[in-house]
Structures are given as C-alpha cells and as structure tokens.
C-alpha cells in the first residue's frame, strides 16, 4: 500500500515563506506525476501545482504563479513545495499526490480526479 507523509507545514506570518515536503513510499517514482492540493476550512479542496516525473514540465493554479515552486527528488522518493510571499487566504490543508503515469514524458493532467494516492494533508497557517 502506497503511503505518503506531508511535513513542513506550520505557522508564518503574511510575506513570509514556508517550504512543505511529502515523502512516499513508491520505489519507482518516475513513473508518477505528482501534485499539491489545498483545502481552506469550508472550502472544497483545490489544485495548486503539478509536475512530471522528469520535473521538466509543471503547472500551476493562477494564485501559485510566482509565488510557489514544486520540485521534486525522484531519488528520495520526496516531493516539494516551495511558497513565498504567503498570504492569509494560503491558509489551508496541504495534500500531496501521486498517480501512476509510465513515464510519459508530458505532464497531461492534473485535476484531482487524476491521482489515486494521497497524503493525510499538512496544515499551513498564515497570520496577517
């Protein structure tokens, strides 16, 4: 059974910035596309950023641009986020995903009925 453990998250003031990590236990992690997810209390859970096996392609909601990079270490079997810049309204549960793709070089999809395996979510807190 595949498990995926979010880190990182925690309190930080508006213009601050947080790094939040997500370690899997997949062995052949290039064979997935990976992604991050929000949910804001009362707020149904949203797309942030997604990314390739190859970190060669990514894509991001219009309120990451800029502000958020994803990355990921096939190697540690470990994907990131990176946010700066953090506003209140960034406040929300932070989930990772993954879902089996076969190394297909493009990055084709990344809505959340796309992905099969998730993380029990990190919580990130932003304070005005």
């Known amino acids: 059974q595949v498990q995926m453990v979010e880190s990182g998250g925690g309190l930080v003031q508006a213009g601050g910035s947080l790094r939040i990590s997500c370690t899997t236990s997949?062995?052949?992690?290039?064979?997935?596309?990976m992604g991050w997810f929000r949910q804001a209390p009362g707020k149904e859970r949203e797309g942030v950023a997604c990314i390739s096996w190859r970190s060669d392609e990514t894509y991001y909601k219009n309120f990451a641009k800029g502000r958020f990079t994803i990355s990921r270490d096939n190697a540690k079997g470990t994907l990131y986020l990176q946010m700066n810049n953090l506003k209140p309204e960034d406040t929300a549960m932070y989930y990772c995903?993954?879902?089996?793709?076969?190394?297909?070089?493009?990055?084709?999809?990344?809505?959340?009925?796309?992905?099969?395996?998730w993380g029990q979510g990190t919580q990130v807190t932003v304070s005005s």
């Open positions: 997949i062995l052949n992690l290039d064979d997935y596309i």
């Open positions: 995903a993954a879902d089996y793709d076969g190394g297909y070089p493009e990055l084709r999809r990344c809505g959340e009925s796309d992905f099969a395996h």
